[in-house]
Antibody, heavy 119, light 107 residues
Framework: QVPLQESGPGLVKPSQTLSLTCTVS??????????WSWIRQFPGKGLEWIGH???????YYKPSLTNRLTISVDTSKSQFFLKLNSVTAADTAIYYC???????????WGQGTLVTVSS | DIQMTQSPSTLSASVGDSVTITCRAS??????LAWYQQKPGKAPKLLIY???NLENGVPSRFSGSGSGTEFTLTITSLQPDDFATYYC?????????FGQGTKVEMK
């Protein structure tokens, strides 16, 4: 098991920035085999990959989110971060942090955190 | 983006049945495909990776096959714990895409 835990505000106002932190336990964070992912699930169930990042900072983003998205890491704290700017109601979702295995599939997930965008 | 299409969207079955879910990719993903099970209020759980490899601890009644653009997940002898929603996911070096999900419900 690789415990991952999301944290951050559950309510964000439209046009503001959604900021989440994922804390990874278990010592694998700086293991060169893994990337660390953000995935969201919209109400009514669709899953959407947001992006993933290596411990070195190399990252890949969903193209349609690139202009609003920043994913970063702090290896000293075994944490990675999500910042999504200029949010709208369409960004309301459960946000999961997860581990991307060496093969590329997602093998461990956090429990998820609901973020609602509303005034 | 590579699009992933699952069918059916909903599947009604009974305990003991064998069920098959299909996932089609809009372009070849080779064998870079995974299957997940999700229950209400929980995160998805990995079942199968690289199209046909069973994740550790997953019962052998789950199996995956396919390559290129067409893949299947089969559950033989459906158990009460298997009623859930199933997702496929393609993954390459730069992106991931999920299918829209298949809900397996009790007939």
């Amino acid at each position: 098991q690789v415990p991952l835990q999301e944290s951050g505000p559950g309510l964000v106002k439209p046009s503001q920035t959604l900021s989440l932190t994922c804390t990874v336990s278990g010592g694998s964070f700086s293991n060169g085999s893994y990337y660390w992912s953000w995935i969201r699930q919209f109400p009514g169930k669709g899953l959407e990959w947001i992006g993933h990042i290596y411990y070195s900072g190399r990252s890949y983003y969903k193209p349609s989110l690139t202009n609003r998205l920043t994913i970063s890491v702090d290896t000293s704290k075994s944490q990675f971060f999500l910042k999504l700017n200029s949010v709208t109601a369409a960004d309301t979702a459960i946000y999961y942090c997860a581990r991307r295995s060496a093969y590329g599939h997602t093998d461990f997930w956090g429990q998820g955190t609901l973020v609602t965008v509303s005034s | 983006d590579i699009q992933m299409t699952q069918s059916p969207s909903t599947l009604s079955a009974s305990v003991g049945d064998s069920v098959t879910i299909t996932c089609r990719a809009s372009q070849s993903v080779s064998s870079w495909l995974a299957w997940y099970q999700q229950k209400p209020g929980k995160a998805p759980k990995l079942l199968i990776y690289k199209a046909s490899n069973l994740e550790n601890g997953v019962p052998s009644r789950f199996s995956g096959s396919g390559s290129g653009t067409e893949f299947t997940l089969t559950i033989t002898s459906l158990q009460p714990d298997d009623f859930a929603t199933y997702y496929c996911q393609q993954y390459n070096a730069y992106s991931n895409t999920f299918g829209q999900g298949t809900k397996v419900e009790m007939k």
